[in-house]
C-alpha cells in the first residue's frame, strides 16, 4: 500500500513544493506525495523550480495550494510542517513532523540549493521511517 506524505510550508512555494519533488523522486510508486500552504502565494517560485531542474524534476507542473485543496487526500501516513508556526495544519495523519527549515525564498542560488539539499536528505530519511 502506498504511503501517503503531506508537506507544508507557509506560501507552498519553495520548502514544500521541493519536498514533494523529493518525496515522488525518491519513493517512486510507493510514495503518494502532496504539498500545501498555509497561506499559499500561488506561484512555485523560479528559485525552486530552477533548483529541482539541476536534479531533473520538472517543478513547472506543480501549483501552489491550500490546505483545503488537499484536505481531500487525507490521512496521511505523515504530515511534515515547515516554519509555519501558529498556521500550522492538523490533518488526520499517522506520525506529525515539525522541520525547521529556513525559507530560502531570497537566498542565493548557492545557499538556496544547500537548503534544497537539506530537505533532499531530510526526504530520504522520512522514506525509511514511515
Not at 499559499?40 to 524534476?57: C, I, Q, R, T
Request: proline residues 6%.
Amino acid at each position: 500500500m502506498k504511503k501517503k506524505l503531506l508537506f507544508v510550508c507557509i506560501e507552498n512555494s519553495n520548502r514544500s513544493q521541493m519536498s514533494e519533488a523529493f518525496a515522488r523522486m525518491y519513493g517512486g510508486d510507493a510514495v503518494e506525495a502532496y504539498s500545501s500552504g498555509s497561506k499559499p502565494s500561488g506561484v512555485v517560485n523560479p528559485k525552486a523550480v530552477a533548483a529541482m531542474k539541476e536534479l531533473g524534476y520538472d517543478l513547472t507542473q506543480h501549483q501552489s495550494k491550500s490546505l483545503d485543496e488537499v484536505r481531500a487526500f487525507a490521512p496521511f501516513d505523515a504530515v511534515v510542517t515547515m516554519g509555519c508556526g501558529d498556521a500550522c495544519p492538523w490533518m488526520p495523519a499517522k506520525k506529525f513532523v515539525d522541520w525547521q527549515i529556513p525559507d530560502p525564498k531570497h537566498l542565493e542560488p548557492e545557499a538556496f540549493n544547500t537548503v534544497r539539499d537539506l530537505i533532499g536528505e531530510k526526504v530520504k530519511a522520512l522514506l525509511t521511517e514511515v
